[in-house]
């Protein structure tokens, strides 16, 4: 079953430059592209992510899910470009 990629993922997308569609990849939920090149795949299918969260449980829900995640997360989304970085900027 493909991710649906929402809005929320697709504006934080816009504001890094880069494109974003279903991934190919097994396990994953979204391909990151860069000028057309594919630089990242990310989410693990089978967790929410912040749009998720907010669906299903609320705003208040998402914010706490996605302040742990920024917390316990933090060392991988520093590097700029990596997948961390997308994951954390795109998906929360």
Do not use: C
């Amino acid at each position: 079953m493909k991710f649906k990629i929402r809005n929320y993922n697709l504006q934080q997308a816009k504001k890094l430059n880069v494109t974003i569609k279903p991934s190919t990849k097994v396990g994953k939920k979204i391909d990151v592209f860069k000028n057309g090149v594919k630089v990242a795949s990310i989410g693990a299918k089978g967790y929410l992510d912040f749009a998720s969260y907010k669906e299903k449980f609320g705003k208040v829900v998402a914010d706490e899910k996605r302040k742990n995640y920024k917390k316990r997360h933090s060392a991988n989304s520093k590097v700029k470009g990596s997948p961390g970085y997308y994951a954390s900027k795109i998906l929360w």
